[in-house]
């Protein structure tokens, strides 16, 4: 397998970082196959202002880019609607 090939050779290296492969059915492979406990948001950034907003702190992310299931784990009283864009976010 590709994938398992590269994680070696970046493990012998000891390199980090990113790494992109191209695979269109990855998503339904991933349901079908791995057992999903819950969604979240995802990425660093999103993770840190749910944890400004928990602790009563204010934050500013992008939603244009997130699905329905991510924007579903946000709690209503920290979404601000004055900054969402008409249409964006429903």
Known sequence: MVLAAEL???TERG???????????????????????GW???????????????????ALISLEDRSA????VIHPGHLDRRCIRIGTLR
């Open 8 to 10: 070696m050779r970046r």
């Open 15 to 37: 390199a980090g970082g990113e790494y992109r492969i191209i695979w269109p059915k990855a998503e339904s492979w991933i349901l079908e196959n791995l057992p999903i406990l």
């Open 40 to 58: 979240g948001l995802g990425g660093t950034g999103a993770q840190v202002a749910q944890a400004l907003t928990l602790l009563g702190g204010k």
């Open 69 to 72: 299931k991510q924007l579903s």
